[in-house]
């Protein structure tokens, strides 16, 4: 196959690139940063602990993705350059370096340019996520862990912060379920493609024979609610029990009442959390975790009804949508997008990326059709 000519690469790039910028609005971007800078250094701004969270994440992430699209801008004109350079002298060594560099730039591009298709209703908001062990008994409770730490090393990769609402821990090992809310804007809409059924396949370390075991963990995503949503939740409608907090933590954990669940009545939803210090702060974060759930059994049923008229089953989000598989042999394999790699150890390390761009690319195809 013949090679590709460096000099059109990079004009597909800077194409790529200019298309990225246009829907990013650069202007406006530089304002909002401008704003947000305004805001951090007002000196009241901690008053309000939970807004002087939202304020200083969302200028942290808006600047982080302002210097990730400089930074592109910069490389790519630098390779220009190199080119350039290397072709007037005649240099190999030179230009082995470029191909290098223009490869890499596509790669990066590439990745940023799936950010151009979120534009669903919530894609732009933070994500609220919970996880739950389902069948496989002990296995699945230690996968379950497995899983939140995946998603906290993800998040710690792109600079995004994690706020902790509950961990239920399992008796043997691992988890029963555990939510989180992952700061940074646009979350919920990368992350919602890791919604449904996880699948693990290894020998298991529990097991005294050494047997196969397949064990399976539920991933649960949602939008986190914001003040202009209308999610109103009478008193009456809810019933809240305080417990003592379980499992590792603190000094304020195992001594008081602090832990909070709330159940909603009329849905039957539960929600619980025992990660803060005091029982206003967990009920709270339980208010919002309600919230967000509320909201999002809104747009389900929203959803339905448009799916009913447009004669569509509707989605299968509890599917089974990704196996994990360290035993006879090593590999991760989306279900829907046949994306795979051969490295677990680097996915449950936070390295699924490439996953997730894969899952929004076919999900933009899917309701295209």
């Known amino acids: 196959?013949?090679?590709?000519?460096?000099?059109?690469?990079?004009?597909?790039?800077?194409?790529?690139?200019?298309?990225?910028?246009?829907?990013?609005?650069?202007?406006?971007?530089?304002?909002?940063?401008?704003?947000?800078?305004?805001?951090?250094?007002?000196?009241?701004?901690?008053?309000?602990?939970?807004?002087?969270?939202?304020?200083?994440?969302?200028?942290?992430?808006?600047?982080?993705?302002?210097?990730?699209?400089?930074?592109?801008?910069?490389?790519?004109?630098?390779?220009?350059?190199?080119?350039?350079?290397?072709?007037?002298?005649?240099?190999?060594?030179?230009?082995?370096?470029?191909?290098?560099?223009?490869?890499?730039?596509?790669?990066?591009?590439?990745?940023?340019?799936?950010?151009?298709?979120?534009?669903g209703e919530y894609d732009s908001r933070e994500a609220l996520m919970t996880i739950r062990a389902e069948a496989g008994g002990v296995d699945a409770a230690d996968f379950a862990e497995k899983l939140m730490r995946m998603y906290l090393r993800w998040a710690e990769r792109h600079g995004y912060g994690v706020e902790v609402y509950d961990t239920s821990y399992a008796e043997e090992a691992g988890l029963k379920s555990a939510t989180f809310a992952i700061k940074a804007p646009f979350a919920y809409g990368t992350l919602s493609v890791e919604q449904g059924t996880h699948r693990l396949v290894r020998i298991s370390p529990f097991d005294n024979q050494g047997r196969r075991q397949t064990s399976f963990a539920g991933v649960e995503v949602l939008p986190v609610t914001e003040e202009t949503d209308s999610i109103d939740i009478p008193e009456a409608d809810i019933r809240v029990d305080v417990f003592r907090s379980s499992g590792p933590g603190g000094q304020s954990v195992n001594t008081t009442d602090s832990a909070v669940r709330i159940t909603h009545i009329p849905?039957?939803?539960?929600?619980?959390?025992?990660?803060?210090?005091?029982?206003?702060?967990?009920?709270?974060?339980?208010?919002?975790?309600?919230?967000?759930?509320?909201?999002?059994?809104?747009?389900?049923?929203?959803?339905?009804?448009?799916?009913?008229?447009?004669?569509?089953?509707?989605?299968?989000?509890?599917?089974?949508?990704?196996?994990?598989?360290?035993?006879?042999?090593?590999?991760?394999?989306?279900?829907?997008?046949?994306?795979?790699?051969?490295?677990p150890d680097a996915v449950f390390d936070g390295d699924i990326d490439g996953f997730i761009d894969a899952g929004i690319r076919w999900r933009k195809q899917a309701a295209a059709e």
């Open 1 to 119: 196959m013949a090679e590709a000519d460096p000099t059109l690469v990079i004009e597909h790039l800077e194409k790529s690139l200019t298309s990225i910028e246009e829907v990013a609005n650069l202007p406006r971007l530089r304002e909002e940063i401008a704003q947000l800078s305004q805001e951090v250094a007002a000196p009241n701004l901690w008053d309000n602990q939970e807004n002087a969270q939202r304020v200083t994440s969302t200028l942290s992430a808006k600047q982080a993705e302002l210097e990730r699209l400089q930074a592109l801008r910069g490389r790519l004109e630098d390779a220009a350059v190199m080119l350039e350079l290397a072709e007037e002298e005649d240099d190999a060594d030179a230009r082995a370096e470029v191909d290098k560099e223009i490869a890499k730039l596509g790669r990066d591009i590439e990745a940023l340019e799936v950010r151009t298709l979120l534009s």
């Open 267 to 343: 849905t039957g939803l539960v929600v619980s959390c025992q990660n803060e210090k005091s029982q206003l702060q967990n009920k709270a974060a339980a208010l919002r975790v309600l919230q967000s759930r509320l909201l999002e059994l809104a747009r389900a049923e929203r959803e339905k009804e448009l799916n009913a008229l447009k004669g569509d089953g509707g989605n299968s989000w509890g599917a089974q949508m990704r196996s994990y598989v360290l035993h006879p042999y090593q590999m991760v394999k989306d279900l829907r997008t046949e994306h795979e790699v051969g490295n």
